[in-house]
């Protein structure tokens, strides 16, 4: 023993003490508070998403339809409730509000000019309305945010529609972040804010609080435009069945619940993680929630948060959204993390497939940020046509996976096309679990009222 | 999340027209709660009978399980008068123990019987459904009497049932009522502490709590006015709430201001809903000046009492 | 000079508001509205200079989203007076609930009497002047724009502003964080006067000045005493 070659031992890391927690310690250890990122959700754990989910398509008991020759539909018409000029659609996917600020000019007009191509919609984000994104987006929703930085009446009533948020699926119950560096001259006099200062927005709207003033509100968004368009509300979520109940009795005409694995382009680290439920779980409590108040099919659902594919987004529309949002995909189509200038990957201390950067401002592909040299690097029209290509790709899977089941519109998938690969997705939907014909545990788990089941 | 409204007499003549008055603001706040609506009715109060409305059960022929569950209590207490209204038994009777002590044996005598409201002058009125109908129910425009509470109800998270629904009676007290706008969020916490103390809830609705709390600290000696005050110092969360005694009329709200009160006085009244619209529609002709309450604060309106109470 | 009137009893918000549109169309420069009974949304996002009086109490976010017209409350108003405005004025003889001047990006907003919670909150322009006195939080977070409380406030004034500044004639429970107070200038009170006199308020109170401090402007761990409470 005592005179043995030098032998490597075996490495025991722990699975609670993992690499990034003990970076985040040191980090927090000189920062003093706690640490800000951008993107998306970056838990080890895997958590119940749509991946546990499969369709079942045709094959003796239904008859699919042919592809390319025998038209599936994918119009979506959102707005039906109250409005006189609903949004029409030619794809369930549709660009979330990402703002000017988040992101850099070239971005929002690239995601304007691409939702134009394919016939769907982007929205302002927080910050107000960019002249250029509404001479670029033929329908663009205007969202009204507990900031209001650049609200414009104006603008509001050129809108084709107002998405009221109350909070989102990265950092729900909080306000929106935009840290110094993104605060640029234009920024900063859009928002009316000293530029360079480390922008946080209050987490509540100003001038209503619950459910019960937000009826005046939305009357107030509905008088402002006339009746004519649409009245979104955008939350978080949380207590999903019961927000969406809220929102519907208040007067919304769509629902807009965005899932924890929403994108962000900055959020306390710890709110990205910690917060909010999976956008599987979410799209199952909004359609419960709307059909115990008779209002499913009435008040249309958008789900968001972490929608990657058509796989994605046709489970979405089967467990009960009429649209989905995407946010980080499309930024992903642009050239988010796309292994070009590499070295300024590693300047942040990452690397391309890896990077959530979008708080510094530094964005090494000229998306997430306000330099104008960086963003430069994403010329518009070949950005545009890379989204449009995606948003072609993403509806063309969308629709496979409907012909296949035998469906000639999107939107007659149904649960019923679906079963759960594992026991919690099986609880959590009430799809049955694959090789039974039972959902596991009789889910979904939250209160139904009518019967009475136990409360979740 | 909902709409309150109190209206209080400050003349004492036991006359004004609450049930109409209670209506007309309701109405003009259904679009905040449109779930359920109720009210709480402070009457003349005649002699020492007690009147109390009794919830006979949940389904079924409400008008034979009512006089089935008078017939029983008239073994255990003198019963002046029985009668049945839509879901609720009324009874006028005499009792000369404590209060918890009845409400105790008449709900032990059959499933789904709760002793929805009891005093020598409140009388609490609640259903699923608008103003309009409890009217056409109940027959709440004829009331007459001092002060009233009021309240419809857009559920935030707990069932839509009448059980469910406000004013509540603080189960203990005679003739304390509450209604509250806003969702308190340690309740959970606080009902933890006192269902350790064998205290029961007769629902998961956090506005319970407020009653709970109140009667909590009047059976150990505060009055409501400290009791509100102490309430301040309790709750977390988002509440305007009303609280109503034999003689008295009284508001509360939070530190942060979360949920709107105005407040409309005259000298020979007093007004309070969460939206002015609903102390317009019920006095259109009246000069009013109308104010927000303030954060952090609570009032009472009182008239001395008529006939003494013994709790 | 056109005047046209409406009479709000047995019509619906929308009815008045359509009533109000087409009467503006048909060029009529000052509307009275009689009865209004504290309904909520009346005028708003009136983008024309027309006057609207308004012959009574008035619910939430009146004169909100607005753009250019004169409005004048002969009663109270309810929360979110003229929220987001951009233009324009509002004066309002009762008082105020709260939220008054929420967000307005331009344009005066004057409440005779008292204000209730959050006066002024994250106001990006504009003047809100209050003759009475502000409930819990007014100022707060005020990016731009000038608040004058002729009276009293209450606990957590001018909280975490910007570039916002707040003139108060009478007491303060208490301060929000990050502000500092300081006399007026010269050229403050001229502003005061000027500001004041045109409506009829008090000038002659002891009025102090409260900015931002700026320590809340970029995070620093070295100020963490003031960060940890609003982290």
Redesign the interface.
């Known amino acids: 023993m005592e005179s043995s070659p030098v032998v490597r031992p075996v490495l025991r890391r722990s699975s609670v003490w993992r690499e990034d927690i003990i970076e985040d310690i040191h980090g927090k250890a000189q920062l003093g508070r706690y640490q800000y990122r951008g993107f998306s959700t970056l838990r080890g754990r895997p958590m119940p998403s749509f991946d546990d989910l499969v369709f079942i398509p045709a094959s003796l008991t239904r008859v699919p339809l042919e592809g390319y020759r025998e038209d599936c539909s994918t119009r979506t018409i959102l707005g039906t409730r109250f409005a006189k000029k609903p949004i029409e659609l030619e794809t369930p996917i549709m660009v979330t509000g990402m703002s000017f600020g988040a992101l850099s000019l070239n971005a929002k007009v690239a995601l304007a000019k691409a939702a134009t191509a394919v016939g769907t919609s982007t929205s302002t984000g927080d910050g107000g309305m960019l002249p250029e994104e509404r001479e670029n987006s033929r329908i663009l929703i205007y969202e009204v945010l507990p900031s209001r930085y650049g609200t414009n009446v104006h603008h509001l009533k050129s809108a084709n529609g107002i998405e009221l948020a109350i909070g989102q699926g990265a950092k729900p119950g909080t306000g929106g972040v935009l840290l110094g560096a993104k605060v640029s001259d234009k920024i900063a006099e859009m928002r009316d804010l000293p530029p360079g200062v480390d922008q946080r927005s209050p987490c509540r709207h100003p001038d209503w609080m619950g459910p019960d003033d937000m009826v005046a509100k939305i009357e107030e968004l509905r008088e402002a435009t006339d009746w004519q368009v649409p009245i979104f509300v955008k939350m978080g979520a949380t207590r999903v069945y019961d927000d969406v109940k809220l929102a519907a009795k208040s007067g919304a005409d769509v629902v807009v619940v965005d899932g924890m694995e929403g994108g962000t382009g900055a959020s306390p680290d710890i709110l990205i993680d910690h917060t909010g439920i999976p956008t599987l779980a979410a799209v199952c409590e909004a359609r419960a929630a709307l059909e115990d108040i008779r209002l499913y099919g009435v008040v249309q659902l958008i789900i968001a948060g972490g929608i990657r594919t058509g796989a994605d987004a046709a489970k979405a529309l089967a467990l009960g959204a009429d649209a989905v949002y995407l946010g980080t995909a499309a930024l992903i189509a642009l050239n988010c993390n796309r292994p070009i200038y590499i070295e300024d990957y590693h300047k942040l201390g990452t690397e391309p497939h890896a990077c959530h950067h979008c708080h510094t401002g530094r964005c090494p592909v000229g998306i997430t940020t306000q330099d104008p040299e960086l963003t430069a690097r994403l010329p518009i029209d070949e950005a545009a046509e890379r989204v449009t290509n995606f948003f072609h790709a993403l509806t063309s899977e969308i629709q496979m996976l409907a012909r296949a089941c035998g469906k000639a519109d999107v939107h007659d998938l149904e649960p019923e096309d679906l079963r759960a690969l594992t026991l919690e997705s099986s609880m959590i939907t009430g799809v049955p679990l694959v090789g039974t014909r039972y959902p596991f545990g009789g889910g979904p788990g939250w209160q139904r009222e009518e019967t009475g089941a136990p409360q979740g | 999340m909902c709409g309150i409204v109190g209206f209080f007499d400050k003349t004492g003549s036991g006359n004004a027209p609450i049930g109409k008055i209670m209506l007309r603001m309701l109405e003009a706040l259904c679009r905040r709660g449109p779930d359920s609506a109720g009210v709480a009715l402070y009457g003349p109060a005649t002699n020492d009978a007690l009147v109390l409305n009794v919830k006979v059960g949940e389904h079924g022929d409400f008008r034979e399980k009512g006089l089935q569950l008078a017939e029983k209590i008239r073994h255990f207490a003198r019963v002046h008068q029985a009668s049945v209204l839509g879901e609720y038994l009324r009874l006028r009777l005499e009792w000369d123990q404590g209060v918890r002590q009845l409400q105790k044996q008449i709900e032990a005598l059959s499933e789904g019987v709760e002793v929805v409201s009891l005093g020598k002058q409140l009388e609490i009125i609640k259903q699923v459904g608008s103003p309009d109908a409890l009217n056409h129910t109940y027959g709440i425009d004829s009331f007459v009497g001092h002060h009233a509470l009021g309240h419809t109800r857009m559920s935030t998270e707990s069932k839509v049932d009448l059980s469910h629904s406000q004013p509540f009676w603080a189960h203990g007290i005679a003739d304390l009522a509450s209604v509250h706008n806003g969702h308190i969020t340690n309740y959970h916490k606080l009902r933890r502490q006192y269902e350790q103390r064998d205290i029961r809830f007769y629902t998961e609705n956090d506005s319970e709590i407020i009653g709970v709390f109140l009667a909590d600290q009047m059976e150990h000696g505060m009055d409501l006015k400290d009791a509100l005050k102490a309430s301040l110092r309790t709750f977390d969360g988002s509440y305007s709430y009303l609280a109503a005694s034999a003689n008295t009329l009284a508001y509360a709200k939070d530190r942060f201001a979360y949920k709107p009160l105005v407040i409309g006085e005259t000298d020979e009244f007093v007004a309070l809903a969460t939206e002015e619209v609903a102390i317009r529609a019920a006095f259109p002709n009246e000069t009013i000046s109308t104010r927000e309450a303030p954060a952090n604060y609570s009032h009472t309106w009182s008239v001395p009492q008529e006939v003494a109470v013994n709790y | 000079m056109k005047k046209a009137s409406i009479d709000c009893r047995g019509k619906t918000?929308?009815e008045i508001?359509v009533q109000i549109?087409d009467f503006i169309a048909d060029h009529a420069t000052e509307i009275e509205i009689l009865?209004p009974?504290?309904?909520?949304?009346l005028g708003?996002?009136t983008?024309e200079p027309v006057k609207m009086v308004f012959d009574?109490?008035v619910?939430?976010?009146c004169g909100?989203?607005?753009?250019g017209p004169e409005i004048l409350v002969r009663?109270?108003a309810?929360?979110?007076l003229g929220?987001?405005m951009?233009g324009g004025t509002i004066v309002v003889e009762?008082?105020?609930?709260?939220?008054a001047g929420?967000?307005i990006?331009n344009g005066t907003v004057v409440v005779r009497?008292?204000a209730?919670?959050?006066a002024g909150?994250?106001m990006?322009?504009g003047l809100l002047m209050i003759g009475g006195s502000v409930?819990?939080?007014s100022g707060?977070?005020m990016?731009?724009g000038t608040l004058i409380v002729c009276g009293d406030a209450?606990?957590g004034l001018a909280d975490s502003m910007?570039?916002g500044t707040v003139y108060i004639g009478g007491k303060f429970e208490s301060l929000g964080h990050d502000t500092e107070v300081s006399e007026p200038t010269d050229e403050d009170w001229k502003f005061l006067r000027e500001n004041l006199s045109r409506f009829e308020l008090p000038c002659d109170r002891p009025f102090r000045k409260i900015v931002a401090g700026r320590r809340l402007?970029?995070?620093d761990?070295k100020d963490?005493d003031i960060?940890k409470a609003?982290?």
């Open positions: 918000t929308r508001n549109r009865s009974a504290a309904r909520h949304n708003v996002a983008i009574g109490s619910g939430y976010f909100g989203m607005i753009d009663g109270s309810g929360w979110g929220e987001t951009m009762g008082n105020a609930g709260n939220g929420a967000a990006r009497g008292h209730a919670a959050r909150i994250s990006k322009g409930g819990y939080m707060f977070m990016q731009k209450a606990e910007y570039l402007w970029n995070f761990k963490f960060w609003v982290l």
